[in-house]
């Protein structure tokens, strides 16, 4: 076998002038087959680290380093300091395996990577035997598994990501534009007429969101209305689990031929059914009558027969004539009720004919078929106008195809069909006066607020201010254009690039922005994209998990360190709890309580990282400077802020960010306020750690006072202008029942940091590559231990009786699967010295990925999933997906910018922007509050 690859000829060089092509020279087939190691990064470029990069987390996303815009913007950074970091990585593997593969820059910097190796190359997930291997077969793995990964990085970065993006945005907008133009932007006709079953009793309209209706809401939105249900026994059937919603212990009793009143005096409903098997005369003149007095005519009307027609006539053609005369009719008097109230011609549903009775084999599908193609026929062209406004009830036909075989007569619908063909009633009429979140059928566009139309004026404002600017700068650039000296043969003037200005990067980073909430605003409270319910199972929630897990074992990297949670560890970490989360939302899985339990466990791990991060930051650093305090609030809130504002939500909607936001402020009002203790004071006198443990426990029972204190927690929280931060539907429990689920965690974290560095600084720990953490014995004890406990509370987890019990031990038994982790994790030096580059990608984007789901990859608040491509579910959630991660990357990046110039590290101009930020908040308070007293 072959010791190298076969010659092939390296892909075209990048354009980027800082690529290591450029720099290097072309390079051979040779070398291109060994590549150099900043070829090999994950399939997504982890964004490199400026000079101003924290070293420790801070909280969600940490105070991490950006490239400046004009960086971004001319390809600068990417090239050069992942080639670098590349380097070190590969130097540190070839140090660690022992393979004899040469270090990166030994030999004349640049050329090292150039030469032939001698040996395999040192390919991180393989195993560690692999790299002291030399034969063809391991070898060519390491090269292919390489190869692939350099193939996929240079035809697809994540700039041409976001293009792609871009175009699928544009391209998918106006097709739905096209399509409601078309086809009409009313929803209630495919909830009328559409949908489909998902498992076996859940219906889901065409590409739009029904609303599970319960006894108060149906009565808040009937009050004083008149219902009328008119036609055979299918609509009574129909009007009995009608008023089932209203009234749960209503009984289906009396005379099935009769009349049947209903009335609920609490709310003034009334509801009738009204016994006419056959579209006749007596129908006829029952409708009559509503047309001629308006004080007992219906709000609602749902009409509908034939099937007594095809049995009292034996199915003649007779019989078929004279229905259509019938509704011919009655056609004029439906559609002149129709002009004032809710008019319904309920189609008929199919039979099951195997079931029927002897005296009922006359009523086949083929002539049910008849006479609806009859009735839709008639009473579409009862109008002068091109549409009636008699709407057809056709969905129930679709319901009864799939149920009709668990009939019990072969006629009559099973029960919970009916109870479907209820509740979309109680949909097309009700969603439109009590406007349910997810409840997306039938339901206008909300009016922008005066919020929204300062934001749209803001953002479009900056979007013409940064055009201009642009414009200026392409004509300066023609104007710096080289032009040829006839007579030398060379150039005269040399192009300059002028870095951007500060207003320029914030116009471009605005600019960007208000496009992106554009998306967000039609994705979520505009019609134009459409909308579904979630429903679980098993598999749509376990096999992504199994596709992110084999992903992310794809793209294992040697770590630049073997510290307990170093940076790799803890943002590979943040992003496979991110996606699970996101698996876990988009999938409906809160319903699967060992499910909802284990992803309690991972946002209690993010807050554990917050305490860890924070306190660790603060203990060595000793840094409780104002601009370290603003510059965390600003990336931790700025997004959520924005959003408020352009999708009209109150900021305990977001409710992890406020929850990580007060939980920072806790942090570093216990180590900034008097006496200050950090590392390098309590290095000096042990007595400062004695003092650190008190302010820890008057920390604790702080905690613990207010988790028993509902009272004093509200009243803390409910003074103004916090409640009209902390607030959710008029109260604060909401935002109490958040704080006091995972309140232990983040005292937890801080507690594992402080001792951690501590017996770290004693050098108990052994952190050395390929080390374990402990002695042997120590550590083999200690991995065991944890195993056990690991294994224990997901044993507990999965055997819970009901959320409500396992929520109140949760915040005290959280901490043991975490700490477990963290053992598992770092006491085996193989496992420390590595991390997946895949889902450190996720993690370094985490807090914009858990916001921007809330709107543009979920919809109605989290409710349910956005439809981009209807009808293909598959599909959907690709496409979906990507637009949604390109998205929040970029808004990572644009807050970012935004960072570096809002909040200034000269403590006088911070100032001075801090007064006008509490201008502009007083601001928002004020039409905050002129936004509820129009409302109200």
């Known amino acids: 076998m072959p010791t190298s690859l076969p010659p092939q000829s390296p892909p075209p060089a990048a354009r980027n002038p800082v690529t290591p092509e450029g720099r290097l020279g072309p390079m051979t087939s040779q070398h291109w087959a060994s590549g150099p190691p900043s070829q090999a990064q994950p399939l997504l470029r982890q964004e490199a680290k400026g000079e101003e990069e924290e070293g420790e987390e801070t909280g969600i996303q940490g105070a991490k380093g950006i490239r400046t815009a004009e960086q971004r913007r001319r390809g600068w950074g990417d090239a050069t300091e992942a080639t670098e970091e590349g380097r070190t990585e590969s130097g540190a593997a070839a140090a660690a395996a022992g393979s004899g593969c040469p270090a990166e820059g030994a030999g004349g910097g640049n050329e090292g990577w150039r030469r032939q190796p001698q040996c395999c190359p040192c390919a991180a997930p393989l195993p560690r035997f692999a790299a002291h291997c030399c034969h063809g077969g391991t070898k060519m793995a390491a090269l292919a598994y390489n190869l692939g990964k350099r193939e ?43 949908g489909r079953f998902l498992g076996e009793k859940v219906w889901q309209p065409h590409s739009c969101m029904m609303h599970k209706y319960k006894f108060g809401e149906a009565k808040n939105c009937l009050v004083d209305k008149h219902i009328a249900f008119i036609g055979d026994s299918r609509i009574r059937q129909l009007f009995y689990s009608f008023v089932k919603i209203i009234n749960p212990q209503f009984k289906e009793e009396g005379n099935k031929h009769e009349n049947i009143p209903f009335e609920d005096k609490t709310a003034s409903v009334k509801v009738d059914f009204l016994w006419h098997p056959e579209v006749n005369g007596s129908m006829k003149q029952c409708i009559k009558v509503w047309t001629e007095d308006s004080v007992t005519k219906p709000h609602v009307i749902v009409a509908g027969a034939a099937t007594w027609s095809i049995k009292i006539h034996n199915g003649s053609s007779e019989a078929l004539s004279q229905y259509k005369m019938n509704i011919t009719s009655i056609a004029p008097l439906l559609e002149k009720l129709a002009k004032t109230s ?109 919020m929204q139309k300062l934001a749209a004026c803001f953002f479009t ?69 459409m909308k579904e319910n979630k429903f679980y199972t098993h598999s749509s929630f376990f096999i992504p998990i199994i596709y992110i897990l084999v992903l992310g074992i794809f793209y294992i990297e040697n770590t630049k360190e073997t510290k307990v949670l170093n940076r790799e560890q803890t943002d590979e970490w943040k992003g496979w709890m991110q996606l699970v989360i996101l698996i876990y939302h988009i999938s409906g899985a809160s319903t699967f309580l060992p499910v909802y339990m284990h992803v309690r466990v991972l946002v209690a791990a993010y807050l554990f990282q917050t305490g860890y991060g924070h306190f660790s930051y603060f203990w060595i650093k000793g840094d409780f400077g104002i601009h370290r305090v603003c510059q965390v609030l600003f990336r931790l809130n700025f997004l959520v802020v924005v959003l408020c504002i352009v999708m009209d939500r109150p900021y305990q909607f977001y409710y992890f960010v406020p929850l990580v936001t007060v939980w920072f402020m806790i942090i570093y009002a216990t180590l900034a306020l008097w006496p200050q203790i950090i590392q390098k004071k309590a290095n000096g006198n042990c007595f400062w750690h004695f003092g650190l443990l008190l302010k820890l426990a008057f920390l604790l029972s702080c905690i613990c006072f207010l988790a028993y204190s509902q009272g004093a927690f509200e009243k803390i929280f409910s003074l103004w202008p916090l409640s009209k931060c902390f607030e959710l539907k008029g109260n604060v429990y909401e935002w109490w029942f958040r704080w006091r689920l995972d309140r232990y965690v983040v005292f937890h974290g801080m507690l594992f940091a402080f001792i951690y560095l501590t017996l770290q600084k004693r050098q108990v720990l052994s952190e050395g590559k390929g080390e374990p953490l402990f002695s042997n014995r120590v550590s083999n004890f200690l991995l065991f231990i944890s195993v056990v406990s690991f294994l224990t509370y997901s044993i507990w987890a999965s055997s819970c009786k009901n959320k409500a019990e396992c929520n109140e031990l949760h915040p005290s038994v959280s901490v043991v699967q975490i700490l477990a982790f963290i053992l598992i994790r770092n006491i085996p030096g193989y496992a420390r010295s590595v991390y997946s580059s895949f889902f450190a990608w996720f993690g370094k984007i985490s807090l914009e990925l858990f916001i921007c789901q809330y709107h543009i990859w979920l919809a109605a608040d989290t409710r349910g999933i956005l439809v981009l491509i209807p009808g293909n579910p598959m599909l959907n959630i690709i496409v979906s997906t990507f637009i949604f991660v390109c998205v929040a990357h970029e808004i990572s990046q644009i807050t970012n910018d935004i960072a570096q110039i809002i909040i200034p590290k000269d403590n006088s101009s911070l100032l001075k922007r801090l007064a006008f930020v509490a201008i502009f908040f007083c601001g928002l308070l004020i039409l905050s509050s002129i936004q509820e007293k129009s409302r109200h």
Request: proline share 4%.
């Open 342 to 450: 809710d008019v319904y011609w309920v189609l008929q549903d199919p039979v099951y004919e195997d079931l029927l009775s002897e005296n009922r084999k006359m009523i086949t599908n083929e002539k049910i078929d008849a006479y609806n193609e009859a009735a839709v026929s008639i009473l579409n062209s009862s109008t002068k106008n091109s549409k009636s406004n008699v709407k057809m009830f056709s969905v129930s036909k679709l319901i009864a195809q799939e149920t009709i075989m668990e009939s019990l007569d072969g006629l009559h619908l099973p029960e919970s069909s009916r109870e479907t063909s209820a509740m979309i009633l109680m949909n097309v009429y009700c969603n439109k006066i009590l406007k349910p979140i997810d409840g997306s059928c039938c339901q206008p566009q909300l009016p922008l607020t005066l």
């Open 152 to 194: 996929i990085n240079h035809y697809f970065s994540v700039r041409s990501a976001k293009v792609l993006a871009l175009v699928a945005v544009l391209l998918l907008a106006a097709c739905h534009l096209a399509s409601r133009r078309y086809r009409g932007n009313d929803s209630c006709e495919y909830l009328l007429s559409s």
């Open 461 to 529: 404002l900056s979007i013409i201010g940064y055009l201009i600017f642009y414009v200026i700068h392409r004509n300066a650039h023609r104007k710096n254009k080289p032009c040829p000296d006839l007579e030398s043969g060379e150039e005269k003037k040399n192009i300059i690039n002028t870095p951007l200005s500060a207003i320029e990067i914030l116009l471009q980073a605005f600019c960007k922005l208000g496009l992106i909430m554009a998306y967000f605003y039609m994705s979520d409270r505009a019609n134009l994209f």
